[in-house]
């Protein structure tokens, strides 16, 4: 298996039962929120998503693990306890092409207090250079998780790569919106493939 480290993940999360193609877009957050499984999904063959890291399109990245997680398991970043609000990220990608992305963290300290976490140049480039090992193409479009990541990547990165944010899912975050993330996620899943 591929060398991950603690903070790598996958936009994987179990699917609510009662969710399908006729579910409307509005009771789509709703369900994850209700249905919300913390951990990795169990019916996931972990050692097959070493086959889709060269194909990967688009890579998430958070600031740094919170206090809800990572579970101890192999990708359980991301896929904390239902405080961790993780759902909203499921519910933004479920059904778009960003579902089954990758995601990671740019600095990998656990602290939930993001004004404590400091990033710079170092930890960029150590993120394109984990990215590379993985074997994820320069080609994937990257989209920070808020504006602390977006801040420390936007200038940073090297010609050709391309960047994008949401607004972070956190809890504390009063101003996340689902109808509006969601969104952005189609807008930069078009603009991706318009490249």
């Known amino acids: 298996m591929t060398k991950y480290t603690a903070v790598d993940s996958w936009l994987y999360w179990s699917i609510p039962s009662d969710l399908n193609d006729a579910t409307p877009e509005e009771a789509i957050l709703p369900l994850f929120k209700e249905n919300y ?3 990795f999904p169990s019916d996931i063959d972990k050692a097959a998503l070493d086959q889709k890291l060269s194909a990967v399109q688009y890579v998430f990245i958070g600031l740094n693990p919170g206090d809800a997680g990572p579970l101890p ?3 359980g970043n991301f896929h904390g306890d239902r405080k961790s609000c993780d759902y909203r990220l499921a519910a933004i990608t479920y059904g778009t092409a960003a579902w089954g992305g990758f995601i990671t963290d740019l600095e990998g300290s656990l602290e939930s207090d993001s004004s ?3 990033v710079d140049q170092a930890n960029v480039t150590a993120l394109l250079d984990h990215l590379k090992d993985l074997g994820i193409p320069q080609s994937a479009t990257l989209i920070a998780l808020g504006s602390k990541v977006y801040k420390a ?4 990165l090297p010609a050709g790569y391309h960047l994008s944010q949401l607004m972070h ?6 101003h996340w919106r689902f109808e509006k993330e969601r969104k952005k996620v189609r807008q930069i899943i078009e603009a991706h493939t318009a490249l």
């Open 73 to 75: 398991e192999l990708f």
């Open 169 to 174: 899912y956190s809890g504390m975050n009063g």
């Open 37 to 39: 499984e913390p951990g």
């Open 116 to 118: 404590k976490v400091k």
């Open 153 to 156: 990547l936007e200038g940073n």
